[in-house]
């Protein structure tokens, strides 16, 4: 299982960043695809999820409305497009296959290196 993020970077408040998981090493299609965050000095939190069919995204009510997930299966691709950035955005972001455990301490072999977010003025 490989999952690299890209896409992170130093934004302002109110701005816009598209997040991409490029995945290899598994059936992509068939998994649940998860974008999970860790925020500087706290634990794990997630972010949003989607499943294989239309519809099935699923979202933490901090970024429903402002974050959208999707998925290309031809590609092997996860995105988060995220809008209307705020400070407490401001974590590093990691794709996950499959779903999100609360109270997750560690990342684990279904999880990529992570990309930094950072919303400031």
């Known amino acids: 299982v490989q999952l690299v993020e890209s896409g992170g970077g130093l934004v302002q408040p109110g701005g816009s960043l598209r997040l991409s998981c490029k995945a290899s090493g598994f059936p992509f299609s068939t998994f649940v695809m998860t974008w999970a965050r860790q925020a500087p000095g706290k634990g794990f939190e997630w972010v949003s999820s989607i499943g294989r069919g239309v519809g099935s995204e699923v979202y933490a009510a901090s970024v429903k409305g402002r974050f959208t997930i999707s998925r290309d299966n031809t590609e092997n691709m996860v995105y988060l497009q995220m809008n209307s950035l705020k400070s407490e955005d401001t974590a590093v972001y990691f794709c996950?296959?499959?779903?999100?455990?609360?109270?997750?301490?560690?990342?684990?072999?279904?999880w990529g290196q992570g990309t930094q977010v950072t919303v400031s003025s």
């Open positions: 996950l296959r499959g779903g999100f455990r609360t109270g997750t301490t560690s990342r684990t072999s279904d």
